[in-house]
C-alpha cells in the first residue's frame, strides 16, 4: 500500500537557486528546474493511498480554511457536518484546480510551440505539463474519492476562461498562472501539516505543494523577463488582465453547491459565506506575498487594485 504523506518539502524541493549560477540566466533558471525535477517529483497513482476507504471522522481541509469557519451557521453544525463541508470544498478546490490547470497547460504549450526544442526552456515547459498533467488526474481522483460531485465554475466563467487560454500571452499568462498557484500553494501547505486532515489529502496536498514551488519560480522567472523594458501602457493592460483573471480564479474555488451538497441550506450558507470576515482575512494574509511580487513588477496598478480587493486578495 502507498504511505499516506509524501516526503517532506524542502528548500532543494522548491528548485532553489544553488551554487551553480550559470552567466545565461534565461536558461540557468530552466536547467535548475530541470535538474530539481529529476531529483525530486512524484507518482500520485503509488504515493497516494487510493486503497483505504475514505474515513469520515476527518476534515477534507483545515477547518480554519473554511469559507462558514467563524460564522453564525458554523457554530449551529455538528462535527459531522463541518467534516463533510470540507471535504466537499476540497473537492471543490481541486475541480478548480483541474481547470485552470488545463487552461495553463494550453498557453504553455502555445507559447513553446516555435522554440528550439534542444534548449532547457523547451525541456522545462513540458516537464511541467507532465507534471500539471499528473496533478489534474490526482485531483480528480482526490474529489471523486471525498464522495463529491464534478464541481465545475460558471457557464459564463468557462467561457471566459476559454477565451482567456486562446488570448493571453506573454506575461499575461505567466503572472495568472502564478497568482492560481500561489493562492492555492499556501492553503494547501496548511492543509497537508494538519493531522485533522483526511491523510491520502494531505499526501496529494504535500505532492502538489513540493512540484508546484518550480512552476511558482518559472513563472516568477517568465513575468520579470516578459516584462523587462515594457512600457507604461503595457503594463496597464497586462495589470488590467491579470486582476481580472486573478479575481474569477479565486471566486470559482468554492462552488456555491457545496453547501447543498454537505446538507446544509445553501442561500443561508452563501449569504454567511460572503459577509465572513475570517475567511477574507485567511485570503488576504495568503497573498501577502503574491502582491509584493506582483507590486515588485508594477502590476498593481489602480483599476488592478479593484479587482484584488473585491476578491479579498488585498
Known sequence: MASSTARPDTGADRGEPGQDQRPDRDQGVTRRLLDSSAQLSYDPAVEVDWDTPLDKDFHGASPEWSTLYGTAYWREMTEEQRKELTRQEAASVASTGIWFEMILQQMVLRDIYAKDPTGSDFQWALTEIAEECRHSIMFARGAQKLGAPAYRPPRPVLELGRAFKTLAFGEAAYAAILVAEEVLDVMQRDWMRDERVVPFVRTINNIHVVEESRHMKFARDETRKRLAGAGWLRRQLNAFVVAVASYYIVTSMVNRN?????????????????????HKAMMRSSCAGLMDFLASVRLLTRPALAFYKRAHLI
Request: glycine letters at 4%.
Open 258 to 278: 457545496v453547501y447543498a451538497n454537505a446538507g446544509l441550506d445553501r442561500e443561508r450558507a452563501l449569504a454567511e459565506a460572503r459577509a465572513n470576515e475570517h
